[in-house]
């Protein structure tokens, strides 16, 4: 059984809606091409197939504080935020002031 974890366009559009951010956002969030998310997340239910792009909208996801919930017990895959909606934009505003890049690790 892969550990890789497997998500689809109608998870990647559920987290892109539940952190209330628009696709270009996102697609920069996932330092990936607009038009490439745009394809990932009109693909449905399709799974992503490529690693590396797997990789890329969790990059997105970490960024925006979505968490995906694998499929389990019957239930299919889903999202949910580790941050309230307030806290998205707030980070989001922050992430967008410019100034001195450092670490976000707290001692």
Do not use: N, Y
């Not at 998870?11 to 091409?33: E, H, K, N, T």
């Not at 017990?73 to 992430?95: N, P, S, Y």
Request: hydrophobic letters at 50%.
């Amino acid at each position: 059984m892969s550990t890789m974890i497997r998500i689809s366009g109608r998870v990647i559009a559920a987290a892109r809606a539940l952190a209330g951010v628009s696709q270009a956002d996102f697609a920069a969030a996932c330092d990936m091409a607009v038009d490439t998310f745009c394809q990932l997340e009109a693909g449905g239910s399709a799974w992503v197939s490529s690693a590396s792009d797997v990789t890329a909208i969790m990059q997105g996801m970490v960024h925006f504080g979505v968490m995906v919930i694998d499929e389990a017990d019957g239930m299919g895959a889903g999202v949910r935020l580790k941050f309230t909606r307030a806290d998205v934009r707030q980070i989001a505003r922050l992430e967008g002031e410019g100034g001195m890049i450092g670490s976000d690790d707290a001692p």
